[in-house]
T-cell receptor
Framework: KQEVTQIPAALSVPEGENLVLNCSFT??????LQWFRQDPGKGLTSLLL?????REQTSGRLNASLDKSSGRSTLYIAASQPGDSATYLC??????????FGTGTRLQVFP | DAGVIQSPRHEVTEMGQEVTLRCKPI?????LFWYRQTMMRGLELLIY????????DSGMPEDRFSAKMPNASFSTLKIQPSEPRDSAVYFC????????????FGPGTRLTVT
């Protein structure tokens, strides 16, 4: 059974810092891995999707990497801003169309 | 595109009442997913449809929960009778089947059962 873990559970940093959020999964037989952002009381916004054949994806200040064999992904946020404050979720998809979500990292960036 | 639309956004009901949550997927998407989010269990998949057909309902917690997709543009999740432990945020998501691509989430329905 696939299990997804995210570390740290919470993170508070000053503006301008570069951040690394970690995601690990137990079954390496995945089709893709997706990073989401969730603001309080809101839905999920897809940030990046990495197919199993890819090693990384970039969007603006965000970079996500995938090491399928070791069951790890990282989300790198460069030059963090207060507007980046949110909960970040990773999710993996196997061969069943199902997304299995991690528990999330709650990020606070203070001015 | 308006994105995935869910209604109502908030629902407060008394234990024992029937609750119906509604979802309109993104036009052209033929896979639809229902999720539940709680503090204790995080985000869990309840059921998903491909081309209006339920594929996997193993996440539906009890027989009190049922979901339908009568056409490509509408789905319902019904709880009858509702219980306080059903209180959660329910999300609907959609995507193109088989594309192994992004799922697009709706804003969610916050359900409170008293």
């Amino acid at each position: 059974k696939q299990e997804v873990t995210q570390i740290p559970a919470a993170l508070s940093v000053p503006e301008g810092e570069n951040l690394v959020l970690n995601c690990s999964f137990t079954d390496s037989a995945i089709y893709n891995l997706q990073w989401f952002r969730q603001d309080p009381g809101k839905g999920l916004t897809s940030l990046l999707l990495i197919q199993s054949s890819q090693r990384e994806q970039t969007s603006g200040r965000l970079n996500a990497s995938l090491d399928k064999s070791s069951g790890r992904s990282t989300l790198y946020i460069a030059a963090s801003q207060p507007g980046d404050s949110a909960t970040y979720l990773c999710a993996v998809e196997g061969n069943t169309d199902k997304l299995i979500f991690g528990t999330g990292t709650r990020l606070q960036v203070f001015p | 595109d308006a994105g995935v639309i869910q209604s109502p956004r908030h629902e407060v009901t008394e234990m024992g009442q029937e609750v119906t949550l509604r979802c309109k997927p993104i036009s052209g998407h033929n896979s639809l997913f229902w999720y539940r989010q709680t503090m204790m269990r995080g985000l869990e998949l309840l059921i998903y449809f491909n081309n209006n057909v339920p594929i996997d309902d193993s996440g539906m917690p009890e027989d009190r929960f049922s979901a339908k997709m009568p056409n490509a543009s509408f789905s319902t999740l019904k709880i009858q009778p509702s219980e306080p432990r059903d209180s959660a945020v329910y999300f609907c998501a959609s995507r193109l089947q088989g594309a192994a691509g992004e799922q697009y989430f709706g804003p969610g329905t916050r359900l409170t059962v008293t």
